[in-house]
C-alpha cells in the first residue's frame, strides 16, 4: 500500500533516455517504484493515461526570491510544472546585506527587480543564513536554490560607486561569499550590466568567486553584454570559470540586436570550445524573442554612479541629459535599441504607458525617445520596466538545439490573485516551460521531448548536484510534473500575461500535491534546498 499512485502514464525520466510506460509510486516523500505494479494499491490514485510523467522541471534562472516572500504559493511557476527553482540572479539577492548601506541596496534591487507587487521584509534578513532559515520556515511551494549576489555584496563593501575595490574590500566581499557559501548557496551571480556588478572588473570578480570554485559552486552571469559586445562578454565569463575554478552557467542565453544575429554560431562555438577544454560551462535561455528588464538599464553606465538618488538628480539636469543622450547612441544597452519595439510593461503611477511602445508615447507627447524616456524614469520614481523585441526566431532554434543549452524563466511567482497579477510582467514568468513543450516540441519539432525533459531536468540536477532529483527513479524525491502532451501549451501573452498555462494537470513537491487536477492545493510542503 503506497501513499500515492500514478497509473500508465508514459514516464520520460529525465535522462534523455525514450519515454515508457510505467505507475509510478510514491511514499514519505519518495519515489517508491517506478515499472509495471498492476497490484499495488495505493490511499490515492491518479490515472495519468494520456499523460506524460516526468520529474518537476528545474528554472535555472529564477528572480523569484523577490515573489516568494510575499508569494510563497509562486502559482506562475508552479502552474508550469516548476518544482526547483534557482534565485539571486543577475548579481542581486535580497542577502547579506551589510549595515551601512543596507538602505541604499534595497532601493537599488527594488528598483531592479522588485517589481511583484507587495513590499519585501527586508528588515527579517540580517545575514545570508536567517534569510534562508526565513523562506524555509514560511514554506514555499517550490524548492529554492540560493545563490549569492555579486552586486549585493559590492554594494555593502564598496558601495554603489565606480573603480577597482582595495585589496581590504576584496578580502573583505571573498569573505562574505565564503561565508554565504558556507551557509548554503550554490554559487555566485553576477548581472554586468546593473550597476554595482557593472562597475567591476573581471579579475576582481574571479577573486571572489574563487571560495565559490573550491567549494564545487557554480559562476551564473548575466554577461556583460549580449549585442554587439556579445562574444568578449562570453569570453569573460569563461576567463572567470577558469580562473576561480567554479563551473560556469551564462543566464538567459540571447543575441540581441538584429546586426549581431549572425554571431550567434560564434558565440555557440566558445561555449563549445571552453567544454573541450574541460570547463563546466552551460546556459539557458527562455523560448521567447523579447526581454525585459528595468527602463533604467537603458542609461548609460556612468550614469548609474552613486545610487538612486544621484541618477535622479542627473535625470532632472539639461545639460546631463545630452551627455546621456550622446552616450546611449554610442555605447551600451540603448545603442542601435529600435524605440518601436520598446514596450513598457510596468509604469507604477503612469498605468497609461503601460502596453504601449516607447516611440509611440515619444510621438504622442512631442518628445524624442531619450526625452521621453529620461521624464518617464522621473515620473516612476526609476521603478519602470520594459519588453525589449531584440532576438531572432532562427536563433532561438539553434540555440535550444545546443547540447549546453538549459531553461531558465527569468521570472517570478506571480498568481491571478492578489496584487500580484499588476503591471504586464513578460509572460516568461507564466508560459516559458509550457511553450517550449507546446510549440517548440509539440508544434515546431524543434527537440523531441525526450531531450526537451532532459534540459529542464536531469541536466540542470546534475549541474546543480542534486543527487535525488531529477529523475523518475526509485529513491529519488517525489518532484513530479504529469502533462497532456497534445494539450499543453503557453496562454501568456505580451499585452495579456497573467494567465496560467493549459494541459499541466498534476504538480507533486515532495510528494504532495500543489497543483491537482489544474489547480493549487495551497501546499507549501518546501524550502531551501542543502548544497549535497
Ligand atoms: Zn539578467
Redesign the pocket.
Known sequence: MFEILIRNGLVVDGSGSAGFRADVAIQAGRIAEVGLLPAAGAATIIDATGLVAVPGFIDMHSHADFSLPVCPTAESLVHQGITTAVVG??GFSPAPLLEETREQAIRMMEASIGRAGKPLPWERWTGFKTYLEDLSRTGTSLNVVPLVGQGTVRAGVVGFGPGPATPEQRSRMREAVAQAMDEGAFGLST?LIYPPGSFTQTDEIAAIARPVGDRGGIYFS?IRGEADTLLTAISEAIRIGRESGAAVQI??FKVAGRKNWDTVERALALIDEARIEGLDVTSDLYPYLAGSTALSALLPQWAHEGGKEAVAKRLADPGVREKMTVSMQSEGFAKDMEWDRVLISFAPGKAEYQGRYVAELARDQGKSPHEWLFDALLETGLRAAMITFMMSEENRLRELRHPAMMIGT?GMGYALSSSMSEGLPHPRSYGTFPRLLGHYVREEKVISLEEAVWKMTGFPARKLGLRDRGLVKKGHWADLTLFDPERVADKATYVSPHQYPEGIPHVLVRGMFVVRDGVHTGARPAGVLPRQ
Do not use: F, I, V
Request: some cysteine; glycine content about 14%.
Open positions: 540572479q543577475c548581472g548575466h543566464s538567459h527569468d
